[in-house]
């Protein structure tokens, strides 16, 4: 149980042009889903948290106007990277918090969505 | 000063070999602690939980030294298949809400 897919796994995009990643629980509803962007040889980095029906929270430093998040029902959360540059290539791995557990304290993690932006 | 503080590695082991990792972090509310795994261009995976008392689960050893703000990880009898990066994780409370700081990893290559 608790198994959290995304699409697509990698993507090759144009400059300039936009793309949705989606994450889904499959086995579980969640509340609180994490969206995170993990650099080479860095560390995941928290880019946002989304709750089913409300507006995400971003980090600081991280565009909201350029990372939409949707989080429509309690299985999928999209992400949106609007006007993709190369700089925002990266790996984007989101997580999910089961309905009734306290989030951060159980996260199961998607596979990841390998973005390459020419 | 980063939030959570890794040594990078890579340790480099032969198999049956002891390993220990080292993390610390910087603020003094955090209020739980992990290890996670992850394989290359993989998502990670929780090892497990770290607490003040110290765990154990099979060969790997957790301990939590909050006053030092330190946290460890030891792997004993080292297998071909713990090559991997091991990630330590602190969950704050920041901004209103809980989430979760990773430190960079610590690279693990054990070798036959």
């Known amino acids: 149980g608790a198994v959290v897919s995304q699409h697509p796994s990698w993507v090759i995009c144009k400059s300039g042009t936009s793309v949705k990643i989606e994450c889904r629980s499959l086995?579980?509803?969640?509340?609180?889903m994490f969206w995170y962007r993990q650099f080479p040889k860095q560390s995941l980095m928290l880019m946002a948290t989304?709750?089913?029906?409300?507006?995400?929270?971003?980090e600081q430093g991280v565009e909201k106007d350029k990372f939409l998040i949707n989080h429509a029902s309690l299985t999928l959360s999209t992400l949106t990277v609007t006007s993709a540059h190369p700089e925002d290539s990266s790996f984007y791995i989101c997580?999910?918090?089961?309905?009734?557990?306290?989030?951060?304290?159980?996260?199961?993690f998607g596979p990841g969505t390998r973005l390459l932006v020419l | 000063r980063k939030e959570v503080e890794q040594d990078p590695g890579p340790f480099n082991v032969p198999e049956g070999a002891t390993v220990a990792f080292n993390c610390t972090y910087s603020n003094s509310a955090s209020q739980s602690f992990f290890w996670y795994r992850q394989d290359c261009r993989k998502e990670p995976k929780l090892l497990m939980s770290v607490y003040s008392s110290g765990n154990e689960d099979g060969r790997f050893t957790a301990q939590l030294n909050r006053a030092s703000q330190y946290i460890s990880l030891l792997i004993r009898d080292s297998k071909l298949s713990d090559s991997a990066t091991y990630l330590c994780v602190v969950n704050i409370f920041s901004g209103g809400y809980n989430k979760l700081i990773f430190g960079a990893g610590t690279r693990l290559a054990v070798h036959p």
């Open positions: 997580s999910a918090s089961p309905l009734g557990r306290l989030a951060t304290e159980t996260q199961y």
């Open positions: 989304s709750n089913e029906g409300s507006k995400a929270t971003y």
């Open positions: 086995d579980f509803q969640a509340t609180t």
